[in-house]
């Protein structure tokens, strides 16, 4: 088994996690329903993709309070 010879300063360790970050996420508006959604994805609002509706949203409805 290797070993590293001698350790790491917390420093060092840090100073390279510098570069080791989140890229900020690329949305485009959805043609259908124009929200915002991820480039080559199904649209989450509205499940269109292509011009087609691929998958079937289930709406959430409000529970309606008694009147
Ligand atoms: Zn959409």
Request: hydrophobic fraction near 40%; glycine fraction near 20%.
């Given at each position: 088994m290797p070993l590293p010879k001698r350790r790491h300063s917390k420093t060092r360790g840090r100073k390279r996690r510098t570069h080791w970050k989140l890229e900020k996420l690329n949305l485009a508006a959805c043609p259908q329903c124009k929200q915002p959604k991820l480039p080559h994805k199904v649209c989450?609002?509205?499940?269109?993709y292509n011009g087609r509706q691929v998958i079937e949203i289930k709406v959430k409805e409000k529970k309606k309070k008694a009147q």
């Open positions: 989450a609002i509205c499940g269109y």
